[in-house]
């Protein structure tokens, strides 16, 4: 009897045991499992957004994973390849976007149930110029809007142009020449101690963008040969401070107001000028400058391999189109997206106390409509950064004398690096 009891015991523990595990197995029994994604990025700036999204959609749990540096884009491609461990979601960073646009480990969101040409037209012109495959196809969506001005000191603006406000310190710095005269002006008058602008690449990077490619021939566009008067003019007539870009100097300057104008875009009011100059609110204005342009940019994409693709747009749409959650990410992290729906609306009321109370985002909604649409290329950022900005370098300190030796180096160092390409 006591052996026939502890058989029954055990049959009874084993069907249990087998109830448990195929409750586990079915999504049925156990209807509040939590759903999982992965989302890998360059930065940390996502951390906002998952939370507000896990916030919206509590059964989806967003494993983030952040891999800084310039090892991120080699572990991505690699992960992809190998569908080895590979995120459901990734961000590009806009230097990138190009070389990754074609590859089929991306997801094309162009088709059902995506349909992401829908959406995009609430995006500005030069964010979808990059958003598309070579055959047309959305593959991966720029949830950031970096249109770019000239952030200037208010208090020097008010010392050496007579006026602090936008519109009028606007009239004064809208063509390079009025920039270097006053440079001059400011460095005699300053006794060398304050520059109008902090080096030669607030020149260069007010031009952002530009192919150097088309149809697989080398195209040097004639604004490059411009940029290349510009800052040799402008060293030539003390304009600038000659700080490098990320130095101590170059932060410093910010603080002590030893420079009066600094193109920058969107991004560079919280990790430039609130980053190395805190204690400067109230001290800054936003002007356009002689160009329309934009400075880098993130985009998000979809891996298509990925067994989790409901979840994953769920994710990627949430972050680019959900207009209540993209409002309380302009408000509450004064970050400025690609959505220009939003942008416009929020353009009416918010304001910035750095920027001593201007509209900073009705600036920017209208500085990303003036922004020249580029498609970019594979090549562009090699070639712009390792090869045009070293000859710029060289042409500025005279080692290349003459614009047709820089022309020359630029061929020779991008048949070099690109023998596919055409280089006449």
Same mark, same amino acid.
């Given at each position: ?62 494993? =983030?994973?952040?891999?800084? &540096? #310039? ?8 992960? *992809?390849?190998?569908? $080895?461990? /590979? +995120?459901?979601? =990734?961000?590009?960073?806009? &230097? #990138? ?8 480990? *991306?997801?094309?969101? $162009?088709? /059902? +149930? ?311």
């Amino acid at each position: 009897m006591k052996n026939l009891k502890l058989k029954y015991i055990s049959i009874i523990a084993l069907v249990s045991a087998i109830i448990m595990v195929t409750g586990c197995q079915s999504g049925g029994a156990n209807p509040n499992k939590q759903k999982e994604i992965t989302v890998w990025s360059f930065t940390d700036e996502a951390h906002y957004a998952i939370e507000k999204f896990e916030e919206k959609y509590p059964d989806i749990k967003v494993n =983030f994973v952040n891999i800084p &540096g #310039n090892f991120y884009i080699t572990k991505l491609k690699s992960a *992809l390849q190998t569908a $080895s461990k /590979a +995120p459901d979601v =990734f961000m590009i960073e806009n &230097g #990138n976007i190009r070389e990754l646009i074609d590859v089929p480990y *991306l997801e094309n969101l $162009s088709a /059902a +149930p995506y349909n992401a040409n829908e959406l995009i037209p609430e995006q500005y012109a030069f964010v979808q110029a990059n958003e598309k495959d070579s055959q047309g196809n959305v593959k991966a969506i720029g949830y950031q809007g970096t249109p770019g001005g000239i952030y200037y000191r208010r208090d020097l603006a008010k010392k050496y142009l007579g006026t602090d406000d936008p519109e009028k310190v606007a009239a004064q710095i809208d063509t390079w020449e009025k920039i270097f005269e006053i440079g001059e002006r400011v460095e005699q008058e300053s006794g060398n101690k304050v520059h109008a602008l902090a080096n030669w690449n607030a020149i260069s990077n007010s031009y952002d963008g530009i192919p150097w490619v088309k149809d697989g021939k080398l195209v040097i566009d004639p604004t490059y040969m411009q940029i290349l008067d510009l800052v040799r003019e402008a060293r030539e007539r003390h304009v600038l401070a000659e700080y490098e870009d990320g130095s101590a100097g170059y932060a410093a300057s910010m603080q002590k107001g030893e420079v009066m104008f600094y193109p920058g875009a969107t991004w560079a009011l919280q990790y430039t000028f609130k980053a190395n100059a805190p204690d400067t609110e109230g001290l800054w204005g936003l002007a356009p400058g002689p160009s329309a342009f934009s400075a880098g940019g993130t985009y998000i994409a979809m891996y298509s391999n990925s067994d989790k693709k409901d979840l994953a747009w769920k994710f990627i749409e949430f972050y680019n189109f959900d207009h209540d959650f993209l409002t309380k990410l302009a408000k509450e992290q004064d970050y400025f997206t690609s959505n220009m729906v939003v942008n416009d609306e929020l353009a009416k009321s918010v304001t910035s106390a750095y920027l001593g109370g201007q509209k900073h985002f009705e600036f920017f909604s209208e500085a990303a409509k003036q922004i020249p649409v580029y498609k970019r290329t594979k090549y562009d950022t090699v070639i712009n950064n390792d090869i045009f900005k070293i000859v710029l370098q060289l042409y500025l300190n005279k080692d290349i004398q003459t614009k047709e030796e820089a022309i020359e180096r630029i061929k020779r160092d991008v048949k070099l690096r690109f023998p596919e390409l055409e280089v006449n």
